[in-house]
Protein backbone atom coordinates (compact mmCIF):
# COMPACT_ATOMS: atom_id res chain seq x y z
CA UNK A 1 0.00 0.00 0.00
CA UNK A 2 1.07 3.51 -0.84
CA UNK A 3 -0.12 6.14 2.04
CA UNK A 4 0.26 9.77 1.23
CA UNK A 5 0.06 11.32 4.64
CA UNK A 6 -0.70 15.49 5.16
CA UNK A 7 0.91 16.27 8.80
CA UNK A 8 3.26 12.86 8.33
CA UNK A 9 5.87 15.29 10.57
CA UNK A 10 3.50 15.23 13.61
CA UNK A 11 2.93 13.14 16.40
CA UNK A 12 0.64 10.41 14.89
CA UNK A 13 1.79 10.90 11.51
CA UNK A 14 5.78 9.76 12.01
CA UNK A 15 4.23 7.39 14.32
CA UNK A 16 1.98 6.15 11.67
CA UNK A 17 4.71 5.80 9.05
CA UNK A 18 6.65 3.77 11.65
CA UNK A 19 4.23 1.29 11.45
CA UNK A 20 3.28 1.41 7.56
CA UNK A 21 7.14 0.69 6.71
CA UNK A 22 7.45 -1.90 9.25
CA UNK A 23 5.08 -4.17 7.59
CA UNK A 24 6.43 -3.08 3.84
CA UNK A 25 4.16 0.26 2.87
CA UNK A 26 5.26 2.87 1.47
CA UNK A 27 4.66 6.36 3.24
CA UNK A 28 4.89 10.00 1.52
CA UNK A 29 4.99 12.94 4.03
CA UNK A 30 4.28 16.11 2.64
CA UNK A 31 6.03 18.90 4.73
CA UNK A 32 6.60 22.62 4.11
CA UNK A 33 10.56 22.84 5.39
CA UNK A 34 13.63 21.54 5.83
CA UNK A 35 13.37 20.53 9.56
CA UNK A 36 10.18 18.59 8.56
CA UNK A 37 12.09 17.00 5.54
CA UNK A 38 14.36 15.24 8.47
CA UNK A 39 11.42 13.83 10.38
CA UNK A 40 9.98 12.00 7.63
CA UNK A 41 13.36 10.67 5.97
CA UNK A 42 13.86 10.02 10.02
CA UNK A 43 11.08 7.56 10.15
CA UNK A 44 11.17 6.23 6.98
CA UNK A 45 8.69 8.13 4.61
CA UNK A 46 9.53 9.83 1.44
CA UNK A 47 9.29 13.27 1.80
CA UNK A 48 7.71 15.72 -0.62
CA UNK A 49 7.48 19.66 -0.30
CA UNK A 50 3.57 20.90 0.15
CA UNK A 51 1.49 23.36 1.51
CA UNK A 52 -2.15 23.63 2.10
CA UNK A 53 -2.13 26.93 2.02
CA UNK A 54 -0.53 27.60 -0.95
CA UNK A 55 -0.76 24.47 -3.51
CA UNK A 56 -3.43 24.60 -5.49
CA UNK A 57 -6.12 21.38 -5.87
CA UNK A 58 -4.58 20.52 -8.76
CA UNK A 59 -0.99 21.05 -7.02
CA UNK A 60 -2.03 18.67 -4.47
CA UNK A 61 -3.51 15.88 -6.63
CA UNK A 62 -0.50 15.56 -8.68
CA UNK A 63 1.47 14.89 -5.13
CA UNK A 64 -1.25 12.43 -4.82
CA UNK A 65 -1.21 10.80 -7.89
CA UNK A 66 -0.03 7.02 -7.72
CA UNK A 67 -1.25 6.82 -4.38
CA UNK A 68 -3.14 4.05 -2.56
CA UNK A 69 -4.65 6.46 0.69
CA UNK A 70 -4.50 9.64 1.96
CA UNK A 71 -4.20 9.94 5.93
CA UNK A 72 -4.89 13.55 6.52
CA UNK A 73 -3.57 14.38 10.52
CA UNK A 74 -2.17 18.25 9.43
CA UNK A 75 -3.15 20.99 12.02
CA UNK A 76 -2.31 24.75 12.05
CA UNK A 77 -1.60 23.39 16.41
CA UNK A 78 -2.50 26.89 17.85
CA UNK A 79 -0.77 29.22 15.40
CA UNK A 80 -3.84 31.53 14.94
CA UNK A 81 -7.29 31.25 14.05
CA UNK A 82 -6.68 32.90 10.40
CA UNK A 83 -4.34 29.86 10.67
CA UNK A 84 -7.00 27.17 12.03
CA UNK A 85 -9.46 28.15 9.47
CA UNK A 86 -6.85 27.64 6.36
CA UNK A 87 -5.19 24.54 7.44
CA UNK A 88 -7.70 22.47 9.32
CA UNK A 89 -10.99 23.83 7.66
CA UNK A 90 -10.16 25.27 4.03
CA UNK A 91 -6.86 22.39 3.60
CA UNK A 92 -9.20 19.39 4.56
CA UNK A 93 -11.56 20.33 1.52
CA UNK A 94 -8.53 20.99 -0.65
CA UNK A 95 -6.89 17.40 0.41
CA UNK A 96 -10.39 15.78 -0.46
CA UNK A 97 -10.90 17.39 -3.42
CA UNK A 98 -7.32 16.85 -4.57
CA UNK A 99 -8.05 13.02 -3.57
CA UNK A 100 -10.75 13.19 -5.98
CA UNK A 101 -9.16 13.78 -8.99
CA UNK A 102 -6.08 11.90 -8.20
CA UNK A 103 -8.32 8.74 -8.41
CA UNK A 104 -7.29 8.19 -4.44
CA UNK A 105 -10.80 6.85 -2.94
CA UNK A 106 -9.36 5.88 0.48
CA UNK A 107 -9.04 8.71 3.07
CA UNK A 108 -8.64 9.25 6.61
CA UNK A 109 -9.14 11.86 8.92
CA UNK A 110 -7.56 12.70 12.37
CA UNK A 111 -10.24 14.64 13.72
CA UNK A 112 -11.02 16.08 17.53
CA UNK A 113 -13.34 14.61 19.92
CA UNK A 114 -16.24 16.44 20.33
CA UNK A 115 -16.23 16.71 23.91
CA UNK A 116 -12.25 18.10 24.54
CA UNK A 117 -11.79 21.03 26.66
CA UNK A 118 -15.15 21.66 27.01
CA UNK A 119 -15.98 24.05 29.48
CA UNK A 120 -14.02 26.88 28.22
CA UNK A 121 -10.53 25.86 29.19
CA UNK A 122 -9.32 25.82 25.84
CA UNK A 123 -10.28 29.54 24.93
CA UNK A 124 -11.28 31.30 21.96
CA UNK A 125 -8.82 30.46 19.72
CA UNK A 126 -10.10 26.25 20.55
CA UNK A 127 -13.47 26.84 20.16
CA UNK A 128 -12.67 28.21 16.71
CA UNK A 129 -10.39 24.82 16.40
CA UNK A 130 -13.41 22.49 17.33
CA UNK A 131 -16.40 24.11 14.93
CA UNK A 132 -13.32 24.01 12.17
CA UNK A 133 -13.09 20.74 13.25
CA UNK A 134 -16.58 19.62 12.92
CA UNK A 135 -17.55 21.32 9.56
CA UNK A 136 -14.27 19.96 7.83
CA UNK A 137 -15.98 16.42 8.58
CA UNK A 138 -19.11 17.24 7.64
CA UNK A 139 -17.43 18.22 4.17
CA UNK A 140 -15.84 14.72 3.92
CA UNK A 141 -18.85 13.19 4.48
CA UNK A 142 -20.37 14.29 2.05
CA UNK A 143 -18.00 13.38 -0.74
CA UNK A 144 -17.96 10.37 -2.74
CA UNK A 145 -14.72 9.47 -0.67
CA UNK A 146 -14.04 6.13 0.74
CA UNK A 147 -13.20 8.25 4.22
CA UNK A 148 -13.23 7.35 7.62
CA UNK A 149 -12.85 9.86 10.39
CA UNK A 150 -10.99 9.28 13.68
CA UNK A 151 -11.78 11.71 16.47
CA UNK A 152 -9.49 10.55 19.83
CA UNK A 153 -9.33 12.49 22.45
CA UNK A 154 -6.72 13.96 24.56
CA UNK A 155 -2.96 13.17 22.76
CA UNK A 156 -0.40 11.67 25.03
CA UNK A 157 3.26 11.14 24.64
CA UNK A 158 4.08 8.72 26.70
CA UNK A 159 4.27 5.10 25.39
CA UNK A 160 1.23 3.47 23.69
CA UNK A 161 -0.60 0.26 25.25
CA UNK A 162 -1.96 -0.84 22.26
CA UNK A 163 -5.11 -1.39 23.90
CA UNK A 164 -8.05 1.37 22.63
CA UNK A 165 -12.22 1.94 23.16
CA UNK A 166 -13.04 3.10 19.87
CA UNK A 167 -17.06 3.12 19.02
CA UNK A 168 -19.33 5.71 17.20
CA UNK A 169 -19.62 6.99 20.81
CA UNK A 170 -17.59 7.06 23.64
CA UNK A 171 -16.71 8.61 26.61
CA UNK A 172 -14.62 11.23 26.66
CA UNK A 173 -10.62 10.73 27.87
CA UNK A 174 -7.19 10.39 27.11
CA UNK A 175 -4.96 8.35 23.93
CA UNK A 176 -1.72 7.64 23.45
CA UNK A 177 -0.73 9.08 20.08
CA UNK A 178 1.52 5.69 19.59
CA UNK A 179 -2.14 4.31 19.77
CA UNK A 180 -3.80 6.22 17.64
CA UNK A 181 -1.24 5.85 15.13
CA UNK A 182 -1.80 1.76 15.97
CA UNK A 183 -5.56 2.12 15.43
CA UNK A 184 -5.25 3.95 11.81
CA UNK A 185 -2.31 1.62 10.83
CA UNK A 186 -4.84 -1.54 11.34
CA UNK A 187 -7.85 0.45 9.72
CA UNK A 188 -5.95 1.70 6.06
CA UNK A 189 -5.75 -2.20 5.77
CA UNK A 190 -9.19 -2.96 6.36
CA UNK A 191 -11.26 -1.89 3.68
CA UNK A 192 -14.65 -3.12 5.13
CA UNK A 193 -14.30 0.18 8.30
CA UNK A 194 -15.43 2.32 6.01
CA UNK A 195 -17.59 5.53 5.42
CA UNK A 196 -17.75 5.81 9.34
CA UNK A 197 -17.00 8.42 12.26
CA UNK A 198 -14.84 6.86 15.45
CA UNK A 199 -14.25 7.75 18.83
CA UNK A 200 -11.02 6.72 20.34
CA UNK A 201 -9.79 6.42 23.61
CA UNK A 202 -7.46 4.50 26.25
CA UNK A 203 -8.87 1.19 26.79
CA UNK A 204 -8.54 -2.29 27.65
CA UNK A 205 -9.65 -3.66 23.96
CA UNK A 206 -6.26 -4.59 21.84
CA UNK A 207 -6.07 -2.55 18.54
CA UNK A 208 -6.94 -5.41 16.23
CA UNK A 209 -9.40 -6.60 17.60
CA UNK A 210 -10.80 -2.82 18.42
CA UNK A 211 -10.93 -2.75 14.48
CA UNK A 212 -12.52 -6.17 13.88
CA UNK A 213 -15.42 -5.49 16.10
CA UNK A 214 -15.92 -2.05 14.44
CA UNK A 215 -16.13 -3.96 11.18
CA UNK A 216 -18.39 -6.51 12.33
CA UNK A 217 -21.08 -3.94 13.63
Do not use: C, N
Request: no cysteine; aromatic share 4%.
Amino acid sequence: MKVFQIGAAGGVGRRLTQLLTARGDAATGMHRGPAQDKTVREAGGLPVIGDLIADTVDELAQKMHGHDAVVFSAGAHGTGIDRTTLIDGKGLEKAADAAVIAGVSRFVLVSVFPDALRGGEGGEGFEHYVKVKKTADVYLTRTDLDWLIVRPGTLLDTPGTDRVTAGPAVEYGDVHRDDVAAFIDAALHEPRLSRVIVELTSGETPVAEAVARLTAG
